[in-house]
């Protein structure tokens, strides 16, 4: 089997990085950008543990001008400036890859694609394969049979591996014209000119045709008279130019051994220190694992299970059995963690049950496993008493799923009083990772067992059940252990920031509500979405036929490569309408999001590609995925919320995710009129805050004008604030003021400037800034609220809700604009936003607790989607319930304005809405 050597574009790879998470970039306590940075080791890493190459190279570019710049001084004259924080990381960059051992290499007067070329065609044969790891098309021209072009995969996926037959598939010719391709077409990335009017398929033709640039021009007097030959006459000596400029040198005068690039695994210390100085306690655990791979080290700053250091006990037998629960009924509180056989809550099997009440010690009960098989009925019995006695509390890791598990095995779980993975995401919600692994490398320095050391992964994984107890006992217990640990270090901090009331009296007990909402589920009628999926089917048909007629060809409507190719090379829609054609994507594409493509909607085909998108994403989405959802046990579906993953408070929720469900459009209406009630004789009730975020945003600011508009009654408060701003009365304010007042008052909340609002209302950004001032002038202190908003995330690193929730923004500290401008917005919007997510938690709180000390109460929650609350009731109850929902909701927490609460209820959704 050959060897692999992988060559790293460093340069590319160090701006897809960068702009990676350029919507969400990851600052670190000072305040620095350190995006690039993670991805860039992200993708390392990920290259080395699934390839394992032997030998390792990262080329980059230098600053010094090349070759290329000799033969044509516009060359990549276009570029833009690399973005300060960007360049602000540049040097750490190269210092922690040199620290970590990786081989850097650069040489001014050539660029990394040449030195690439110089060294994958000096090694690339049948002992040794040359993987390049970049997304630029001009190393294409490079691949044969012992090399190849490597896209890391996504989220789990497979990496793309490009051999010359897949360079053939993708643009129409073979590696070795690949050259002359794209001289011929040009590249607006590197400003190389090209030939005006020559697009991929054009060219990719010619070289069918002709096999090379100088072969086209030989036959070029035979060619019959057209626009194209005249092109190809007239840019002659720009078509040769552009072949040099595109040509990767494949002599780069560097001296590079193979044993110069082999890999040579990193020193955990340097490592563990590293991190800690960039605050990237995530990527420990790979490398660690990377390097246990390479060898026997183990680093002297983390700690894993060792046998020695803990007393985990098996509970196998009665006698043991009976010892065990003597201590646990001691005990004031306790951790426990099901093992079971599914991800499913309402229909996993239980494996076992990990208990601990002492640091460092931990028992495991199992109750399935193929080697012991205690009486399940008997234990759970046994537990029962403790487990349903308020007085003792109960600590875990998501808790919510123990929680419904053992509800469907008949134990209902009373004194759910501390769950870790909330309360790391309440002291730091921003962070994505609240997972027991995470959390104990971050709080301990502990690496967990992992638990494909048990099952395995992929086709050979397996189940729980399927292992013998003592196998399962040391990662049972340790989950157990480590939670308690964990646990103890989470309550001090919350105690510390004086987040134990938000933890305590709200994410907890709401903890409890949402395991009752998601059990609930909700059914769908499969016979109308049947009949949906059916009629966009034929409307998918149809535009696709017409986008088709229009393009003069079939192609992938989906693929934004080839619609841009489609659009912009060969149709030039953009001609027609005498605009700029787009700009290309980093990957060398057009962009054609929905906002690019709105840019040119005056013509006919771009309204069809529109609704094209929306219909299929639909259709794939909701309506041929919603009855897939449905669960063969109760035959409802029961969408998961995630409570710890947005950093204003709001909940979430997946399969489906009923948050992005659009409520204008027809389509999503009938998607909402599959929701119906799963009992005889009863509806479905929606219960919806009225403008709830704007009126925080007036109790926040306290601003009088604002407050008194909401305090008459059955107040439009966007036509008064139209008749305000526009200084007219409330009789002349016309639908056109109120839709600009509504823009205004909805995007202040979002910090929107006089470019997005003019871009929103299609006005100059001179008239937006107008409207805006007016809008200040008529509600000052809500411009007061927002300076001092983002005064104190300046000052204290911080914004709170009224809850005391807290959002940090060190991003309010960078030296970029654009990330510094971002956190402003974040801390204006965070409060608002943060205590409307909070109001409608105490809301659901409260009316689970109404719902549960109503005897024999006929109605159920159901679901939470944005401000909205939905409930399935008896009809004969259903006036008298939504009386006591809209006053329950209208007083879930306290404002100086009015809380409206609206209900109406129906035989669906939809018609709870209308």
């Known amino acids: 089997m050959s060897e692999k050597l992988f060559l790293i574009d460093g340069s590319a790879l160090y701006y897809r990085s960068y702009f990676a998470f350029i919507r969400n970039p990851l600052i670190n306590s000072k305040g620095e950008n350190t995006s690039a940075t993670f991805g860039f080791l992200n993708t390392m890493i990920k290259i080395l543990d699934e390839e394992r190459p032997e030998y390792v190279a990262i080329i ?390 992992p638990i494909s050391d048990l099952i395995g992964k992929g086709k050979d994984e397996k189940l729980m059940t399927d292992l013998a107890a003592n196998e399962v006992l040391p990662y049972a217990a340790e989950d157990a252990d480590i939670s308690l640990r964990v646990a103890n270090i989470l309550e001090d901090k919350l105690k510390e920031h004086g987040l134990d009331d938000l933890f305590f009296n709200l994410e907890m007990p709401l903890l409890e509500v949402l395991e009752i909402t998601e059990t609930n589920g909700i059914k769908i009628n499969l016979d109308l979405l049947s009949k949906l999926s059916e009629d966009i089917a034929k409307e998918l048909a ?79 989405t909701y309506v041929d995925a919603l009855p897939e959802m449905v669960n063969s046990k109760t035959g409802k579906i029961h969408t998961s919320y995630n409570q710890t993953v947005a950093a204003t408070g709001r909940l979430s929720s997946m399969n489906p995710n009923l948050q992005n469900i659009p409520i204008r459009t027809e389509l999503g209406k009938e998607i909402r009129r599959a929701f119906i009630p799963s009992r005889e004789g009863y509806s479905i009730l929606s219960a919806d805050y009225s403008q709830i975020e704007l009126r925080v945003m007036a109790h926040l600011s306290g601003d009088e004008t604002l407050i008194k508009g909401f305090q008459q009654d059955n107040t439009d408060i966007h036509a008064v604030t139209a008749s305000l701003i526009f200084d007219i009365s409330l009789e002349e304010v016309t639908a056109d003021h109120r839709r600009k007042a509504k823009e205004i008052n ?60 807290r959002r940090y923004l060190p991003e309010i500290k960078s030296k970029n604009r654009n990330i510094r401008e971002f956190a402003e917005r974040m801390a204006i919007n965070t409060p608002i936003q943060g205590s409307a997510a909070d109001l409608i938690k105490k809301a659901m709180i409260d009316m689970q607790r109404f719902i549960d000390t109503q005897e024999d109460c006929p109605a159920y929650m159901l679901m939470q989607v944005h401000d909205e609350l939905v409930f399935e009731v008896k009809d004969s109850y259903i006036k008298e319930f939504a009386g006591h929902v809209e006053r329950i909701m209208a007083n879930a927490m306290p404002l100086s304005v009015p809380v409206v609460v609206e209900s109406a209820s129906g035989a669906n959704w939809l018609e709870a809405h209308e």
């Open 60 to 449: 980059f570019d230098t600053s010094k001008p090349t070759f290329r710049h000799e033969i044509y001084s516009e060359y990549k004259a276009t570029r833009e400036k690399m973005p300060d924080d960007m360049r602000a990381q540049y040097p750490r960059m190269v210092d922690t890859l040199k620290k970590l051992n990786f081989i850097l290499i650069d040489k001014d007067g050539y660029e990394a694609d040449d030195i690439i070329g110089m060294l994958s065609h000096k090694y690339g044969n049948k002992d040794l394969d040359v993987f390049i790891v970049s997304g630029d098309k001009d190393m294409a021209q490079l691949v044969n049979d012992h090399v190849f072009l490597y896209a890391v995969g996504k989220a789990g996926a497979a990496p793309d591996i490009m051999n010359a037959q897949k360079v053939i598939d993708k643009y129409g010719v073979n590696p070795s014209q690949i050259v002359d391709w794209l001289a011929l077409m040009g590249d607006t990335s590197d400003n190389i000119p090209g030939v005006p009017k020559v697009g991929g398929k054009t060219a990719a033709k010619l070289l069918g045709e002709y096999g090379s640039i100088p072969g086209i021009y030989e036959n070029l007097e035979g060619m019959k008279k057209s626009a194209l030959k005249d092109n190809l006459a007239n840019n002659k000596e720009q078509a040769f130019m552009s072949q040099n400029l595109t040509t990767i040198d494949l002599k780069v005068p560097m001296d590079v051994m193979l044993d110069d690039i082999k890999f040579n695994v990193w020193d955990m210390d340097v490592v563990s220190k590293i991190l800690k100085e960039l605050e990237f306690p995530s990527l420990f655990n790979r490398m660690l694992a990377l390097t246990e791979a390479d060898s026997d080290f183990i680093p002297t700053d983390t700690s894993q299970y060792e046998k020695e250091a803990v007393n985990y006990k098996l509970v196998d037998t009665k006698e043991s059995f009976d010892g065990f629960l003597k201590e646990l009924k001691r005990q004031k509180k306790f951790v426990f963690d099901l093992e079971t056989d599914s991800l499913d809550s309402l229909t996993a099997n239980i494996a076992g049950i990990a208990f601990s009440w002492k640091e460092h010690q931990g028992w495991y009960v199992p109750i399935n496993h193929f080697d012991i098989k205690l009486s399940e009925k008997e234990i759970l019995r046994s537990l029962t008493p403790v487990f349903t006695n308020p007085k003792i509390k109960k600590y875990g890791q998501n808790l919510k799923y123990d929680h419904a598990v053992l509800k469907q095995h008949g134990v209902n779980v009373q004194g759910i009083y501390f769950d870790t993975m909330i309360a790391s995401y309440v002291l730091d919600p921003s962070n994505r990772q609240h997972n027991l692994d995470n959390l104990a490398e971050k709080y301990l320095a502990y690496k967990m067992i």
């Open 542 to 620: 149809k535009l696709e036929k017409e986008i088709y007629d229009f393009a003069g060809q079939e192609f992938n409507i989906s693929s934004p490569q080839q619609l841009g190719t489609i659009m912009f090379e060969e149709k030039k829609i953009h001609e027609e309408l005498d605009l700029r054609k787009p700009k290309k994507t980093k990957t060398g594409q057009f962009s054609t999001s929905e906002q690019t493509l709105e840019r040119f909607s005056e013509h006919p085909v771009i309204d069809k590609i529109l609704n094209f998108r929306k219909l299929a994403k639909l259709k794939n």
């Open 746 to 805: 909805f995007g202040i909340m979002y910090g929107m400037n006089k470019w997005g609002l003019s871009n929103r209302l299609h006005i100059s950004p001179d008239e937006a800034e107008l409207f805006i001032a007016n809008y200040f002038a008529t509600y000052p202190n809500i411009q007061l609220f927002m300076r001092k908003a983002i005064e104190q995330a300046n000052e204290q690193g911080y914004v709170e809700t009224m809850m005391n929730r």
